[in-house]
C-alpha cells in the first residue's frame, strides 16, 4: 500500500511529524514501512508556462518553435520536439538552471540555428512512471488546466511535492489497504483525532430505485449490492489534485469518472465500478453464479470463458462484469457516457479469489475483496463517490438507491481482563492505561473491575480473540517499552556432536587440498545406478519418477560426480577436481523405506600442479588421490589403520585401482577411470575414489599422545629386494616393519626395476628404513641385529633375497 503523507494529512495531523518519523513509528508498531520515497526529489525549478506563440520551426520538420509566459517579465522562447504542443495550452517549463531526474541541467541551447531557453516537460521527463501517465499523456507533454496560474510551481500542482510511505501489510491487516485504515492507524499512534470526509449531497427529486432494480440470486456471495444513479454527468479530466494522488499511488489516471471510483477504492477502501447506464441493456441488474460456458468480454477486451464458480453481474441476459474482478466492455463509462449506474457491494472474498485466479485477474479490487472490506463502508463509500462525481462530473445523483441488503455482520465484542495483558506482556499495565489505548484505537470499550469488554468496529475483521486485544495493547504500548525477560525453562545449549565435527574437518581438509564441492541428485537412471557401487544390493525405483534419467535411487556417487567433470570438461576447464559428501540408498530385505549410508567421493582430472614460470606442469596421477586420502585419514588420526590392497574393478583401470581397508575391514577404493569410459565420456585421465563416510568417521580413533623431540641421532639403512613380480611393496613393508620391531621407525620404498639383468619373473624394490632409539644413540651392532632380523624376516615370508 502507498500512502502519501499529504494526503494523509486530510484525516490526521501530522504536525510536528516529519514522513520519515511517521514511517519509523509505524513500522515499531507493527506495520513495516519498507520505504520513504521524495516524489520530487532532485527537481527543482519547473514552473507553470503558457504557450502564446508557437510554430514549425524553420530549419526543421519535427520541431516547434514557441514563446511561453513563464509569470517573469518577458516571455521565453522555447524549442520543443512534442507532437501535441499548441498555442493557449498551460505547460511544465523547466526553466534555464532547472535541475530534472538523474541530475539532468536545463541550460540554454541553440538547436537548428534558433535559441532554446528552457524546456517544455513531459510528465514522464518529470519522474512519472510511463505506465502512470493517462493515455492521451503517454506520448508529448502534459497539458494542465487552463485556470492553472502561470509561473506557478508545476510539481506543487501535480501533487509531487510529497512523500510516498509504502507500506508491507501482513494478510490480515486489510484494514490499512485504505487512506482511512491508515489513518485511524496513525491517529492511534499519535493519540489524534480522525477527521472522516464529507459525504453529504444535495439529491433531485427523482428516485434511483425508478431507474434500477435489484435482484440478487446468490446472496452467500453478495449479502449486500448497492446502486445509485447519476445524470447529466459530463465526461472530462479529472481534477489535478486527484489525478496527482493516483499516481502517487500507483495508478493511472483516466477519466473523472473512472478516477473518482478509484479515488474511492484508496480512500475508503471499498471498490466500486461505473456502468453506463444507458448502454447497460435493461433497467434491471440480476446478480447470479455464471452459467458454464458462459462468455464476457471484459474492458482489457479480452473474452473469457465463465464456469458456475464465478458471480456475474448481469443485466438480466448477459453478463456486464465480474463480480468484484473486471467490468465488461458492453456497459464501459465512455466519452458520451450521460448516466452513470454506480455500484457498491459487499462481495464474498473465496468467490473473488476464485474468478481472479481462474482468470488470471489480479486487481486493486479483487485484492480487497479477497482479504476483506468493510461492510459498513459499502454504503459511504457509495454516497462520497456520488458527491464527487456531482462535484467534479456535473452529475445529478438521484434520490436514495436502489439495493439489496441480506448482510448481518455484527461488530465482535470481546472482553478480556487487565489481569491476563499483563501476564502476557510482562507489564505492569494500569486500567486506564489500557482504556485509552483501546479508546485511541476508536474501539468501544467499557470496565467493571479490571475486566475489559471491548467492541470492536467491523473495519478490523482481524480483531476476534483475546489475544488480538492483547497484541493490540503491546503494540501500542510499544514493543521497545516491553521487558525483556529469558525463558525459565532448563535448556541445553546446541552443539555439534563429534560425527558432525568430523563430517567438517573433511570437508575443510578436502576443500583446503584443492578440491571443489559439488552437490548433485540422488536420483541416477538405471544404467548408472549400480556402476562403481561399494555394496552391491538390488536398486531402488521411484513409484512415481519425472524421467527415467532420474529414476533410481543411487547407490553410488561416482557416476555423478563423472557427470560434473564431464559438464566442466565441455566448457574448456580441463582440471578439474571436485568431491561430495552425501547419501547412497541400499534396500533393505522387507522393508520399504532404504538404508541411507552417507559416502564421501571425489573425481580429479588434468593438471594438478601448474607453475608455466617455471616450465613445470603435473597431471593428475594415481599417487595424487592416494596421497590426498592419506592426508586425509592422517587428519583424522587413522594413518595407522588404513591399508591400499590392490583389486580390480569394473569400470576402473585394471593396474591403476586399490581398495582401501580400515582396520582390515573395506571401506572403498582409489583408482583411474578404465580408459573405455574416460573415451566415451570424453575425459582425458581421470581419478576418482569413493569411501563409506559412517564407517571412518565412527571408527575408534586412539588418544592423542605427544613424543618429545627425538635428541639421539638415527641410523638409515637401504636394502634392494629381489621378489616375484607378484610380491607387493605394501605386503613387503608390512614384513619390515613387523620385524623390525621398536627400533624401527620408518619405512619407505623408494625404487622399483624390472629390467634386462633381472631374471625373469622377478622384481626389485627398494626401501630405506630408518632406526632410532629416543632414549640413548645407537651402536652399529645394535641397528645390526634387528636388521638381520628383517632380512631374515623377508626371505622366510616372502621368498625375498638381497640384490647383489
Known amino acids: 500500500m502507498f500512502v502519501s503523507y499529504r494526503w494523509l494529512q486530510d484525516y490526521v495531523d501530522l504536525s510536528g511529524v516529519s514522513p520519515v518519523e511517521l514511517a519509523e513509528k509505524i513500522t515499531k508498531s507493527g506495520i513495516e514501512v519498507e520505504g520513504v520515497t521524495i516524489l520530487n526529489e532532485g527537481i527543482r525549478d519547473v514552473v507553470i508556462g503558457h504557450v502564446l506563440e508557437c510554430e514549425q520551426h524553420p530549419n526543421a520538420d519535427k520541431l516547434n518553435k514557441c514563446l511561453v509566459d513563464i509569470g517573469e517579465e518577458e516571455p521565453v522562447q522555447i524549442i520543443c520536439g512534442a507532437a501535441n504542443v499548441g498555442k493557449g495550452q498551460k505547460v511544465a ?69 510529497d512523500h510516498v510511505l509504502e507500506l508491507g501489510l501482513t494478510p490480515n491487516r486489510s484494514d490499512c489497504l485504505s487512506m482511512l485504515g491508515v489513518a485511524y492507524e496513525v491517529a492511534a499512534i499519535l493519540g489524534r483525532g480522525v477527521n472522516l470526509p464529507v459525504t453529504a449531497v444535495s439529491e433531485v427529486a427523482e428516485k434511483a430505485a425508478d431507474y434500477i432494480k435489484i435482484t440478487v440470486e446468490a446472496i452467500e456471495d453478495n449479502p449486500l449490492y448497492v446502486a445509485k444513479v447519476i445524470k447529466t454527468v459530463k465526461i472530462g479530466p479529472a481534477p489535478l489534485w486527484m489525478q496527482g494522488r493516483l499516481m502517487a499511488a500507483g495508478i493511472r489516471p483516466h477519466n473523472n469518472v473512472v478516477d473518482i471510483t478509484n479515488y474511492i477504492l484508496l480512500e475508503y477502501g471499498q471498490p466500486l465500478h461505473a456502468f453506463d447506464y444507458d448502454r447497460f441493456g435493461s433497467k434491471e441488474i440480476v446478480v447470479r453464479r455464471a452459467k458454464n460456458g458462459e462468455i464476457i468480454e471484459t474492458l482489457d477486451d479480452v473474452k473469457r470463458e465463465l464456469t458456475e464458480d464465478h458471480l456475474v453481474i448481469t443485466n438480466g441476459t448477459e453478463p456486464v462484469a465480474i463480480a468484484g474482478v473486471m467490468g465488461g466492455a458492453n456497459s464501459e463509462v465512455g466519452r458520451d457516457t450521460t448516466t452513470v449506474l454506480l455500484e457498491s457491494a459487499y462481495f464474498a472474498g473465496r468467490t473473488v479469489r476464485k474468478a481472479s485466479k481462474d482468470h488470471g485477474l489480479r486487481s486493486e479490487a479483487s485484492a480487497r475483496f479477497e482479504k476483506g472490506v468493510d461492510p459498513n463502508r459499502v454504503r459511504a463509500a457509495a454516497e462520497r463517490a456520488a458527491a464527487l462525481l456531482a462535484e467534479y462530473a456535473g452529475g445529478e445523483v438521484l434520490e436514495g438507491s436502489a439495493e439489496v441488503d441480506e448482510l448481518d455482520i455484527e461488530p465482535a465484542v470481546i472482553s478480556i481482563s487487565l489481569e491476563k495483558i499483563n501476564r502476557v506482556l510482562g507489564t505492569d499495565l494500569t486500567v486506564n492505561k489500557v482504556k485509552d489505548i483501546f479508546e485511541r484505537l476508536q474501539f468501544g470499550v467499557s470496565v467493571d473491575n479490571d475486566l475489559f469488554t471491548v467492541t470492536v468496529p467491523t473495519r478490523r475483521g482481524d480483531i476476534t480473540i483475546e489475544e488480538d486485544l492483547i497484541e493490540e495493547a503491546g503494540r501500542l504500548f510499544g514493543y521497545d517499552n516491553l521487558p525483556t525477560t529469558l525463558p525459565v525453562v532448563a535448556s541445553t545449549p546446541g552443539a555439534l556432536t563429534d560425527y558432525q565435527k568430523k563430517r567438517r574437518a573433511v570437508r575443510r581438509y578436502l576443500e583446503g587440498a584443492g578440491l571443489f564441492q559439488a552437490v548433485t541428485y540422488s536420483l541416477t537412471s538405471a544404467e548408472k545406478a549400480e556402476q562403481y557401487a561399494l555394496e552391491k544390493r538390488e536398486p531402488i525405483r521411484l513409484a512415481m519418477p519425472m524421467s527415467e534419467e532420474r529414476s533410481i535411487l543411487r547407490l553410488s ?53 601448474s607453475h608455466p614460470w617455471q616450465g613445470e606442469k603435473k597431471p593428475v596421477d594415481f599417487y595424487v588421490i592416494k596421497g590426498i586420502l592419506e592426508g586425509l585419514f592422517a587428519r583424522l588420526s587413522l594413518e595407522n589403520q588404513v591399508e591400499f590392497r ?23 577404493f582409489i583408482g583411474q577411470v578404465h580408459p573405455a569410459v574416460q573415451k566415451a565420456m570424453d575425459l582425458k585421465e581421470t581419478y576418482v575414489c569413493e569411501l563409506s563416510l559412517n564407517t571412518i568417521l565412527e571408527a575408534e580413533v586412539a588418544p592423542l599422545q605427544y613424543e618429545a623431540i627425538p635428541r639421539f641421532p638415527s641410523i638409515t639403512r637401504d636394502i634392494a629386494l629381489v621378489v616375484d613380480t607378484e610380491k607387493t611393496a605394501g605386503e613387503l613393508g608390512a614384513i619390515i616393519k613387523e620385524a623390525g620391531g621398536k627400533l624401527l621407525k620408518e619405512v619407505h620404498v623408494f625404487d622399483l626395476y624390472e629390467g634386462e639383468r633381472m631374471e625373469a619373473g622377478k622384481k626389485s624394490l627398494a626401501f630405506s628404513l630408518k632406526y632410532f632409539d629416543p632414549e640413548r644413540t645407537l651402536a652399529d651392532e645394535d641397528v645390526a641385529k634387528t636388521h638381520d632380523k628383517v632380512l631374515a624376516a623377508v626371505k622366510e615370508k616372502a621368498g625375498a633375497t638381497l640384490r647383489g
Open 93 to 161: 517549463v523547466a526553466k534555464v538552471g532547472a535541475v530534472l531526474p538523474g541530475n539532468f541541467k536545463i541550460k540554454k541551447a541553440k538547436l537548428r540555428g534558433e535559441e532554446s531557453n528552457g524546456m517544455i516537460c513531459s510528465l514522464q521527463e518529470l519522474g512519472i512512471e510511463s505506465k502512470l501517465v493517462a493515455k492521451e499523456y503517454s506520448e508529448g507533454i502534459f497539458v494542465f488546466p487552463e485556470d492553472t496560474e502561470v509561473g506557478a510551481d508545476a510539481i506543487a500542482e501535480l501533487g509531487r511535492d
Open 646 to 668: 590392490q583389486a580390480s574393478l569394473d569400470g576402473l583401470h585394471p593396474g591403476r585401482t586399490a581398495e582401501v581397508y580400515l582396520s582390515g575391514e573395506k571401506v572403498g
Open 557 to 609: 556417487i561416482v557416476p555423478q560426480l563423472l557427470e560434473v567433470l564431464k559438464h566442466n570438461v565441455a566448457r574448456q576447464l580441463d582440471s578439474v577436481a571436485v568431491y561430495e559428501t552425501g547419501s547412497v540408498f541400499l534396500a533393505r530385505a522387507g522393508q520399504e523405506l532404504p538404508e541411507e549410508r552417507e559416502h564421501l567421493a571425489a573425481a580429479i582430472t588434468g593438471l594438478w600442479q
